[in-house]
């Protein structure tokens, strides 16, 4: 079963950092590219960044700059680094990994439950 745990949100205020974390767990088959996302309330969830396989990142032109993806397959962790926080990056952060859990099965995104991250001004 693969299972996808974040954590490391909280509450900060504007211009503070914040590092996600994302343990994966389960993905025993082979990884894909990993995506952060975000949900603000009453909003749609956006595209925050990516990372694929070879390290390789893109990310969101509102957090370009300040955020950066990172991973640690010797630990099956995704990282989100937030610097600069706004009051706009208000939102709960969700993680997504493509993985084939064992030999046969689809390759498809599995998603974590989210962690709350909230900047004050």
């Known amino acids: 079963q693969v299972q996808l745990v974040e954590s490391g949100g909280g509450s900060v205020q504007a211009g503070g950092s914040l590092t996600l974390s994302c343990v994966v767990r389960g993905c025993n088959h082979y990884r894909g590219d990993s995506r952060w996302y975000r949900q603000a309330p009453g909003k749609d969830r956006e595209f925050v960044a990516m990372?694929?396989?070879?390290?390789?990142?893109s990310y969101a032109d509102s957090v370009k700059g300040r955020f950066t993806a990172s991973h640690d397959w010797r630990v099956n962790a995704v990282y989100l680094q937030m610097n600069s926080l706004k009051p706009e990056d208000t939102a709960t952060y969700y993680c997504?990994?493509?993985?084939?859990?064992?030999?046969?099965?689809?390759?498809?995104?599995?998603w974590g439950r989210g962690t709350q991250v909230t900047v004050s001004s």
């Open positions: 990372i694929d396989t070879r390290g390789g990142t």
């Open positions: 997504s990994t493509q993985c084939r859990a064992s030999q046969g099965d689809p390759l498809r995104d599995y």
